[in-house]
């Protein structure tokens, strides 16, 4: 069977955007019985742009009950971290040898975290993170990885490794040893954050997070951005760009949509009323996450076990991969 390999930087706890971008995708993925699936919490990654890792554990522990509460099953799918399996790192050494500095230097990912985080250097590790990434994929002989538009240019990289490794240390049996990992972009990519960014981002600070309870949706939705046309509660407005329809689409049932589509625009739905029912869908949609979310806070231990026997399942795997490539090496 294919396997599918994707995974997130520990950021904590998780947010629409994550959801709607990623996590619903890997379920079904998961659900749909045309893959095995593996999913990775990128812990040596996230400290590339931050070196404090005393809260990389618990956020590595929340992201992992939110991928629990969204429906992530571990039986089905091994879900683990990056620093408790030590090829990971191997590999990343390797595949170092087979890609230029400059390669990496023209990483658009790169320039853009230089641009937006203000960096004036960049550490050795962090030019090399599109190369722990593809040690990530290619140790599971991931072909298929779900994500971000914004993270092709990794996959790109991961490719190139791929070939390079493959040419230059075939198998006694002249075969490959690694797959062309293809990315795989998710359908309804985006979310966009209460202030109208293009983007939900923590950084940004304009997030509704998986965790949110109905008063705090309800909060958050009241300070998101409309049609700044529709001053009085009765002007008519313009569905296309505001916000809070936006959501609606995504969480509202379609028939209740048309209809305040229709009332936005004669002026019959104010913003207030319209909020609170786009709080109210949001809610209702989050419930089952919420009430497993709680379930699984109960439990610390438990997550923790689930991450330790994902960690077991996953380093045979990898183990298995880097026996082969010792072989391919033949480094004895
Ligand atoms: N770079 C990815 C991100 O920032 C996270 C990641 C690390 C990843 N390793 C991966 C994604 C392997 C897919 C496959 O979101």
């Known amino acids: 069977m294919k396997r599918i390999l994707s995974g997130m930087r520990p950021t904590g706890k998780l947010h629409l955007g994550h959801y709607v971008g990623a996590l619903e995708n890997w379920v079904v993925l998961q659900e749909s019985g045309e893959y095995e699936t593996y999913f990775l919490i990128a812990d040596y990654h996230s400290l590339t742009t931050n070196l404090d ?12 009950i939110d991928w629990l509460a969204a429906g992530i099953n571990p039986e089905k799918s091994p879900i683990f971290r990056q620093s408790q399996i030590k090829a990971h790192t191997e590999l990343f050494l390797i595949f170092s040898l087979l890609i230029t500095t400059s390669r990496l230097e023209r990483n658009p990912s790169l320039k853009e975290q ?13 030019l090399g993170y599109p190369v722990l990434q593809a040690a990530d994929i290619l140790l599971y002989k991931g072909s298929v990885v779900p994500v971000g538009e914004d993270q092709l240019p ?10 390079r490794f493959n040419q230059a240390y075939p198998k ?35 997030t509704i997070l998986l965790s949110d309870p109905l008063s705090e949706v309800v909060k958050k939705v009241r300070t998101a951005v ?26 509202t049932r379609a028939e209740e949509v048309k209809q305040i589509d229709a009332d936005c625009r004669s002026g019959a739905l104010g913003c207030v009323d319209c909020k609170t ?41 990898a183990e298995q991969t880097m026996s082969e490539v010792h072989e391919a090496m033949r480094l004895g």
Not at 232 to 239: A, L, S, T, V
Not at 287 to 311: F, M, N, S, T
């Open 277 to 317: 029912r786009c709080a109210a869908s949001i809610s209702e949609f989050l419930a089952p996450i919420l009430e497993r979310r709680a379930q699984l806070e109960q439990k610390p231990d438990d997550v923790k076990a689930i991450l330790l026997e994902g960690e077991a399942r996953a380093r045979k795997v």
């Open 154 to 163: 990794h996959i790109e990289i991961t490719r190139e490794i791929a070939r």
């Open 172 to 206: 006694p049996n002249g075969e490959a040893v690694f797959p062309e990992p293809e990315g795989k972009i998710t359908q309804f990519a985006r979310l966009v954050g209460l202030d109208g960014k293009a983007k939900m981002s923590k950084s940004l600070g304009n």
């Open 114 to 126: 230089v641009r937006d985080l203000e960096l004036d250097t960049i550490s050795y590790a962090h």
């Open 53 to 64: 890792s005393s809260h990389t554990y618990q956020n590595s522990v929340e992201m992992a």
């Open 226 to 251: 409309t049609d700044t046309a529709k001053v009085r509660k009765h002007d008519p407005g313009n569905p296309d760009v505001c916000t809070v329809f936006t959501y609606h689409k995504r969480f």
